[in-house]
């Protein structure tokens, strides 16, 4: 079975409309990640968690919002979906601080089309 | 602020060698790390760099230079399961999170 595993796998929704990512890891990681990617700007950090009561905004977290449920599950809302939130999103979990620690694992990602 | 560059695009032919550059300027550095990521598939860590000199794991090793703001990724005796984008990140601890940032990445496209 998958380390880090994301539901759902492809998203269609309307303009407007509120969806959840879903995102859990079975490494017993406390550090976790969401990243959306478009063709051409790599991976950017919209939220992350170094444990459940820790959440931290990324570099692009307008429009998102994310939520610890506990140390193996993360996921990512969209509040009112808009079309440039079309994108890949990747969860990740890490296992610390350390460098050898911060070695990032991702979730199998999930395919977001906003009509 | 953090800059980090690689090139767009590479080609390169089964069997060769190829070089992929990451340059970068951090307000700090504590580490270097290179993803390989296939179309539509997740990143996967190849090798991670903290201190100046190269890291050596079979066909693929990673060098870094501190002082130049420079690491590279080689890959040798190149394989048609190459062709995929690789992804530089950095880890700068200004502000305490240390959470790397990544480059755009660089599409390798290896043929016959």
């Known amino acids: 079975d998958a380390d880090v595993t994301q539901t759902p796998r492809n998203r269609i929704t309307k303009t407007g409309k509120r969806i959840m990512l879903e995102c859990s890891q079975t490494k017993g990681h406390d550090r976790m990640y969401w990243y959306r990617q478009d063709p051409g700007l790599g991976l950017r950090l919209i939220y992350y968690s170094f444990d459940v009561k820790d959440i931290n905004k990324g570099e692009i977290s307008d429009g998102y919002s994310v939520s610890r449920q506990a140390q193996a599950k993360f996921s990512l809302s969209l509040e009112s979906a808009i079309p440039n939130q079309t994108a890949l999103y990747f969860c990740?979990?890490?296992?610390?601080?350390?460098?050898?620690?911060?070695?990032?694992?991702f979730g199998p990602g999930t395919r977001l089309l906003v009509l | 602020g953090q800059n980090i560059d690689q090139p767009t695009e590479m080609t390169a032919t089964e069997g060769a060698i190829v070089q992929i550059n990451c340059t970068y300027q951090?307000?700090?550095?504590?580490?270097l790390f290179w993803y390989q990521q296939h179309a539509g598939e997740a990143p996967t860590f190849l090798s991670y760099n903290v201190l100046d000199g190269l890291e050596e794991k079979g066909r693929f090793s990673s060098f870094l230079s501190r002082s130049k703001g420079y690491s590279y990724l080689l890959l040798k005796e190149l394989q048609m399961k190459d062709s995929a984008s690789y992804l530089c990140a950095v880890r700068d601890p200004t502000g305490g999170s240390y959470i790397p940032t990544f480059g755009r990445g660089t599409s390798l496209i290896v043929h016959p």
């Open positions: 951090t307000s700090g550095f504590n580490g």
């Open positions: 990740a979990s890490a296992g610390g601080a350390t460098p050898d620690q911060e070695t990032q694992y």
